[in-house]
């Protein structure tokens, strides 16, 4: 059974098709760590849990999601947090010198909302004058258990994104990123390995930053759509466990609306088709299926899942940069692929005497690494990543009057 499931992560038997993914992410974490790149709702943390829920490699495995984190004591909090609730780990922790010594026996055990935030706080403010040493030691403690630790890092990019946007939080931002690399390349990680998750691409965030160099010891994994073999096969599973009748005519019409079979558009369009059907009974046809892609997925439901691709443009780029990734997304929308020179006549108009041939191949290289565009090497054009992205621009941003 796979059941339709729309926005939280899957488990169990709801996962589907990312075996031989998985297989791979294993073999890599035997000996390096590992940043797995997809944009949102690709199945990252789904497949995070996966490793989770059926570890190998004699690996204990600890999750902790770092989006919301905003300082590096944060995470040294985090993690020892997360890792208290381990009946293996949480004995080798509790001499840690930065451990409040009140509720520390308590926090164990609570699954309490409220006292696991009061316990995180107090944590934190231990934590915060001396971040780097508390790290080194728990990390010290760690390693003194002898056991194999894999840490899963999810959004770490986010948590330096947000960072870096203010000017004491690029300097701890730089200040944890070496830390961090210090740390993986010492001997207290020989037995823990970091597989770290990202919807925003890093490579701009680092180079914003200068830190390039500090993930060069992390192998890089893309998770990408699911091939259309897969993309059908889901939808066949789903509509079995369903006891909804897809035809094959109309399971085409699902995939060629999809186009870049995101596990999590096939989801909310099959959720939407079979919405649709119980409410009128009427039969589910390609024109039906065309209809409720346009209404529904590229409708009002969907717009929270691709404002932040718009809204991203203006935090991101200088104003007049804005402009220009705004006009050639548009025209991208309207075409299907346009030649690398066209987008750099785009450029060169709108930045003028600012423009440069490096500054547009950098520009370039950030929408793509940041999911935006996808770029064919043999027939130096680009076109849209994703082609519900490209439906959306087009239905909400593509008329906007050139600016
Ligand atoms: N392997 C999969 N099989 C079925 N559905 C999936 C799979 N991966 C992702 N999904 C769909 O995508 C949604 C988001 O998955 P999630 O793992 O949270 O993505 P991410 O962490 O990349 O944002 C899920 O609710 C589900 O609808
Ligand atoms: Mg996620």
């Not at 717009?303 to 220009?324: I, M, N, Q, W």
């Not at 054009?381 to 239905?395: E, G, N, Q, T």
């Amino acid at each position: 059974m796979v059941q339709n499931r729309v926005g939280p992560p899957v488990r169990g038997s709801d996962l589907f098709g990312r075996e031989a993914f998985i297989d791979l992410v294993w073999e890599k974490l035997d000996s390096t760590h590992i940043l797995l790149a997809a944009p949102r709702r690709f199945g990252k943390t789904s497949v995070m849990y996966r490793l989770i829920d059926e570890p190998r490699g004699g690996f204990k495995v600890v999750h902790a999601d770092l989006e919301h984190l905003r300082h590096p004591s944060e995470l040294i909090t985090e993690l020892t947090a997360q890792l208290a609730k381990d009946d293996l780990f949480s004995k080798a922790l509790s001499g840690l010198s930065y451990l409040p010594k009140a509720g520390w026996a308590a926090f164990r055990k609570t699954v309490e909302e409220v006292e696991i935030h009061k316990f995180k706080v107090k944590l934190k403010e231990q934590v915060r004058p001396h971040w780097r040493e508390s790290g080194e030691e728990l990390f010290e403690r760690i390693q003194g258990s002898g056991k194999r630790l894999l840490f899963i890092l999810d959004e770490l990019p986010m948590m330096i994104d947000a960072m870096a946007r203010t000017d004491d939080g690029r300097a701890e931002a730089i200040a944890m990123l070496r830390w961090f690399r210090a740390l993986r390349v010492s001997p207290k990680c020989e037995n823990v390995r970091f597989a770290i998750a990202g919807s925003i691409g890093i490579g701009h965030v680092l180079n914003q930053l200068g830190e390039v160099a500090s993930i060069n010891d992390i192998e890089q994994l893309r998770l990408d759509p699911f091939p259309r073999k897969v993309a059908a096969d889901l939808i066949d599973r789903l509509a079995k466990s369903n006891k909804t009748e897809i035809s094959a005519a109309s399971r085409r019409r699902m995939l060629d609306l999809i186009g870049t079979h995101v596990p999590y558009f096939i989801q909310v369009l099959f959720s939407e088709v079979v919405k649709a059907n119980k409410i009128d009974h009427k039969k589910i046809t390609p024109k039906r299926v065309e209809q409720i892609y346009r209404d529904k997925v590229l409708g009002i439901d969907c717009k929270t899942y691709f404002d932040h691709y718009y809204g991203r443009l203006r935090s991101y780029y200088e104003p007049d940069e804005a402009r220009v990734v705004k006009r050639t997304l548009r025209q991208l929308a309207m075409s299907d692929s346009l030649q690398r020179s066209f987008c750099y006549q785009i450029y060169r108009d709108g930045l003028r005497e600012k423009a440069s041939a490096d500054g547009f191949s950098h520009l370039m290289a950030n929408l793509e690494n940041d999911f935006y565009i996808s770029f064919d090497s043999a027939a130096e054009s680009y076109s849209f990543a994703c082609k519900i992205l490209r439906d959306w621009w087009l239905r909400h941003y593509g008329f906007e009057a050139a600016d």
